[in-house]
Structures are given as C-alpha cells and as structure tokens.
C-alpha cells in the first residue's frame, strides 16, 4: 500500500504539475497524512523537492511540492550518415548537455568507437557519470535485430548490419540500452515535442542520404511483425529495371529514386552540376530553373510514396522531415499538385517542426517514458 500511495502522489505531481499537500490529497483522493508520508518518502530518496509556495488565497502559505528532474538522467543518441548528435536531459526533459559532429568514420567500428567518445564527452560536460544515467536510447538507421543482436537494412552505414553490432554498442555505452530506428524516433519526437502533438495517426517520412518512415497509429509506434513497417525505401518503383539491371535491392527502389542521390542526379539530367542535395536546394532557393526543375521531379517522386502509404495507413498527418524532406517551401506545393493528380486520399502534408534534431528529440522522449518508472524503482524508495 506504501508504494501505491508513493506512485499515486509522484504520478499527481508529473501529470498535473507542482502542488500543495492538499491539493494532492484532494485530487488523488489519499488522505493529507498519507500524502504527507508519501512526500516525505519521495522527498528523501531525491523523487520530489519543494519548489516553493503558495501566495495567492487566504490563511498561511503552503509548500509547493514537484517531481525533481534531477533524480536521473537519460541518453539520446542518433547516428547518422553525415552527424552524430548526443544529449543528456533530465527528468523534466531539459538538455543539460548536448554535442554535434560530423560522422567522420569508415567502418562501423570506428562508429561505436566514436559514440562512445562523443558519449563520455557530453556525459562529461553536464557534470554527470554514467552512474546517473537511467536509460540510453540510440537512433540509427535499419531495424533491431535483437536475436542477431544486429542490425538489418542499413546499406548506407559501413558494416552497419554486420552480427554482434548491438552487443558492442552495449559494452560501450553500458546497460539500459535501447536501440530504435531513427524514423521512428523522428516520428515519437514530432509527437511529444513538434507539429504531431495530440495526433494518433500519422507518418513520418524523413528523406536524405536514404528515406524512411515512422508510423503511429492510435498514438503508438506501429513497427509491424518483424519491425520493418515503415521502410518505404524498398517500396517498387514505377519502370525500374528489371533483376540486375538496376541499382543494389539492399537499398530499394524507392530508396534509389527518391533520396538524395537522385536529387544530384535529377538536377544533372537538368543540366546543372552540383556535388549534393544541399546544393540543388540551394540553388532552386535562388531562383535557378535548373534546380527548380530537379525539384518539381524530386516532389513528384515522393508524392509517389506519400500516396502508396496514405492508401494504407489513411494517416491524419503526413510530416516530412530528414534533409531533403524538410524543404517543404519548395516540395510543398508541387508535391500537393502531385498528390492531387494522384489520389483522392489527399492528407495533410507538413514540415516537422524539429528540423534535424527530431531523431534526438525522440530519443529522449522514448527514453523518459521509461526513466520515470525505473528511477522509482531503484530508489528503494518503498523500503523505508
């Protein structure tokens, strides 16, 4: 009953925000010694502190009491082709520390290796240990394989999907790790943080140097029987090549079609020479006809997968996202004239409002939910 009584309070205080003793008392329905029992408990154990008092209505003022972010910590990873991104945020969800490199590395060793290094450096920074962290979520391209304990289709990491990877990922970050696809942290980022708040079925389609795609339906992750829903990228593609003749089918169709290699290449077939994706954005931005042309293609393209996947899934919301994707100022209106040629099953198409940072975003949100309850946990708080 003690432990009940602890959860019910502390629950009280992370959903409905600070409070007195007997506001507690009035909205869990416990009596006011209990609660008191309760927050005096939690308050040792470092799960609550007072955060100041009351000031506003007659008679003395009363404590206020709240959820302390500091009783642990959780870690965000996203590991990507081009940028290694890591915070450290507490319980409230604030980033006390947080870096942001350039993925320099060739095999996927050196990745781990990297992580590992970069991890120590932001622990390091918010003057943590890795004692204080209760959870560590990683974002990284391909599905979790956990009985391989790999990774599978990550074509565009080296060695990414190569047997063992998880468990070396555990030995260098340590124990409670959770490994995620990054579409799908995207997905749970733009839920708790961006432009998908209060929505329970939508996409969300992130497209750079591959393409990929969250989905969550009645406001859970929906990964499918063997995790791989949402890898559009092996979606066929309208007149490709037959067997052997086309691009590598570890990579797909759509894949191949749509992320940011045919961006280079759509523009060169336009005329204009450019080294990346960025650059033809760039361009099209300053008015080049050229690149804008490459751009329309591009937004046809993907109004291609938008509409495969709407006939399916029926979302509310689709949120495009990832280098590529974000451009919604120049996609957005092609691509919705596209969709209308398309399809009848016209959604509502928008640009994830956390820009390159939904992946870690996401993370950190997929790790609280978790956090939050161990930390009660290993407190020992129900021993006293």
């Known amino acids: 009953m003690r432990v009940l009584n602890q959860r019910a309070v502390l629950d009280r205080l992370r959903v409905g925000g600070p409070a007195t003793r007997p506001q507690i008392a009035k909205d869990t329905g416990l009596s006011k010694p209990t609660v008191g029992q309760a927050l005096l408990d939690l308050e040792r154990h470092g799960l609550v502190r ?16 709240e959820p302390d972010p500091a009783a642990g910590y959780v870690l965000g990873v996203d590991i990507g082709r081009q940028r290694i991104r890591i915070a450290v945020a507490d319980l409230a969800g604030s980033v006390v520390a947080r870096v942001d490199e350039r993925n320099r590395c060739r095999s996927a060793s050196a990745v781990v ?5 970069l991890a120590a450096r932001t622990v390091s920074d918010a003057g943590l240990s890795f004692d204080d962290l209760v959870v560590k979520v990683v974002g990284t391209p391909g599905v979790p394989d956990p009985r391989g304990r790999a990774l599978r289709h990550a074509p565009n990491l080296p060695g990414w999907e190569r047997p063992g990877l998880l468990d070396d990922l555990e030995a260098e970050l340590g124990p409670g790790l959770v490994v995620e696809n990054d579409a799908n942290l995207a997905a749970v980022g733009e839920r708790a943080y961006g432009v998908a708040r209060g929505v329970d079925v939508f996409v969300c389609v992130t497209v750079g140097t591959g393409i990929g795609m969250g989905i969550v339906v009645d406001g859970r992750l929906f990964r499918g029987a063997h995790g791989a829903a949402g890898e559009v990228g092996y979606l066929p593609w309208p007149g490709a090549a037959p067997d052997g003749e086309g691009p590598d089918p570890r990579r797909g169709q759509v894949e191949a079609a749509v992320a940011a290699g045919s961006v280079v290449a759509l523009a060169e077939r336009h005329g204009l020479s450019v080294r990346s994706a960025r650059e033809v954005f760039a361009a099209a931005k300053s008015g080049d006809e050229r690149a804008l042309a490459a751009v329309r293609d591009e937004a046809e393209r993907l109004a291609y997968v938008v509409a495969s996947v709407v006939a399916v899934v029926d979302p509310e919301l689709v949120v495009l996202g990832g280098g590529i994707g974000s451009n919604t100022d120049l996609l957005g209106e092609p691509l919705r004239a596209a969709l209308a040629r ?5 959604p509502r198409v928008v640009a994830g409002e956390l820009g390159d940072g939904a992946v870690l975003s996401g993370a950190v949100a997929m790790g609280l939910r978790s956090a939050r309850d161990l930390v009660f946990d290993r407190t020992g708080a129900v021993t006293l």
């Open 50 to 65: 007072p955060t100041g008092r009351t000031t506003a209505g007659p008679g003395r003022s009363a404590v206020l009491y």
């Open 113 to 117: 290796r990297e992580v590992k290094e």
């Open 342 to 346: 398309t399809t009848p099953l016209a």
